[in-house]
């Protein structure tokens, strides 16, 4: 049959369907109920499945013929252009949903936060993670729609930062680069605007520039120091691990941390279990004769309470800032004008005496339990020259201890 508005407004209910002969797949289908009305279907075979579909084009009369027609030629189109109109209709639906559903901001970086906190291993760095987004971006910017935010609104944010706090920005800048790698791979954006921000910043000073050293008591005097402040009278808790601390060139946290299951004083080896090193890998220690009878006493003294070397009152680690306060009351001087020197930069101590006295770079960099940033040199490292650092360990707490 060739159709017309007319015949199709006596076609009586319940007639079989019928193919329109100017489109091909283009169906009218009767009412069951009321003369001249029906629906339009236009069928296709998918040429992504290579299955049959059936596409619903609306009813009649209130789409006219001419309307179904140019519609369904629009369709047929598509599929010899490869497209499935039903999933091309579906993706256009999902996309207008999801305009309003577009999410802003601060309620995508909390989302964010929440989704990848569990991995923080550090809780203060967990902390700045989002006390950093919270502080520096969404004031300006958590009100604003993810889809709607450009490389302009972010560099805005880093601006203040960007020259006197070159670090703090970095670190924020990636982390709105990975707030809005999270809005992509969930098809709210396209791409992350974050990473040409830089193309409208002024050039930070390089790493190198900017390094700035942990404030360190020159080597040279180290045994003076000792002699002053870790020998004399009673110590305290703070003085007994710094005195440790200083012998087994380790950091505050593993020091602070340091039970007496990782000690194996007959074989003279401190063992750190790899969860609480900063690379997650176990490290050992080889323990000088004067640290191993050091904490020989300590264990003829200790508290069964708890099992930390040197607890505090509480029996729990130290506090983070007790060698700092410790070394600020005694105005100890460092190598950085007007600073006083740190806990941890009795490391950099050790590490320019290790140099200045001859000890091979590796054993150095080893003691202080660093990371081999080659990957291939690292593949060819399966020992951590235990014996071999042994001696020079030895020679350290010599040289501590000598007056």
């Not at 006390?131 to 302009?152: D, H």
């Not at 007790?322 to 190598?335: C, G, H, M, P, V």
Request: charged fraction near 30%; proline fraction near 6%; glycine fraction near 4%.
């Amino acid at each position: 049959m060739i159709l017309t508005d007319t015949k199709l407004k006596k076609i009586s209910p319940k007639s079989k369907p019928v193919a329109d002969v100017q489109v091909q797949g283009l169906y009218f289908f009767p009412s069951s109920t009321k003369i001249g009305n029906g629906k339009w279907l236009f069928r296709y075979t998918s040429p992504l499945t290579r299955k049959r579909r059936e596409m619903g084009l609306g009813r009649f009369p209130e789409k006219s013929l001419k309307e179904a027609r140019r519609e369904a030629f629009e369709h047929r189109i598509a599929v010899e252009d490869g497209l499935d109109p039903l999933r091309e209709k579906e993706i256009a639906e999902a996309d207008a949903r999801s305009e309003h559903e577009i999410p802003d901001f601060a309620s995508v970086a909390r989302k964010v936060y929440r989704e990848i906190s569990p991995s923080f291993r550090n809780p203060k760095h967990s902390a700045q993670w989002i006390n950093t987004i919270e502080k520096f971006v969404i004031p300006q910017i958590g009100s604003i729609k993810v889809n709607e935010l450009r490389p302009v609104d972010f560099a805005n944010c880093l601006r203040p930062l960007w020259l006197s706090k070159p670090e703090t920005a970095t670190r924020v800048k990636q982390r709105c680069d990975r707030i809005m790698k999270w809005c992509a791979a969930h098809g709210y954006i396209l791409a992350s605007p974050v990473s040409v921000v830089d193309d409208l910043l002024p050039r930070q000073p390089s790493k190198r520039e900017r390094v700035v050293h942990h404030p360190a008591l020159p080597w040279r005097e180290i045994p003076g120091f000792v002699v002053k402040f870790l020998t004399e009278g009673h110590l305290s808790s703070t003085q007994i691990l710094l005195k440790l601390l200083l012998l087994t060139a380790t950091r505050s946290g593993e020091i602070r941390g340091m039970n007496w299951a990782e000690v194996d004083l007959d074989n003279a080896i401190w063992t750190i279990p790899a969860d609480r090193m900063k690379a997650s890998a176990a490290h050992r220690i080889p323990l000088a004769k004067q640290v191993v009878q050091f904490l020989q006493e300590l264990h003829n003294q200790r508290i069964c309470e708890t099992n930390l070397v040197v607890p505090s009152s509480r029996n729990t680690p130290l506090s983070d800032m007790a060698f700092t306060k410790f070394l600020r009351e005694q105005n100890i001087t460092s190598d950085v004008i007007d600073r006083h020197a740190t806990a941890h930069g009795f490391r950099s101590s050790f590490r320019d005496w290790a140099s200045e006295n001859g000890f091979q770079r590796d054993l150095a960099e080893r003691a202080l339990a660093h990371t081999i940033k080659s990957s291939t040199e690292a593949a060819y490292h399966r020992t951590d020259l235990l014996e071999q650092r042994r001696e020079m360990m030895q020679q350290w707490a010599d040289f501590c201890l000598r007056n």
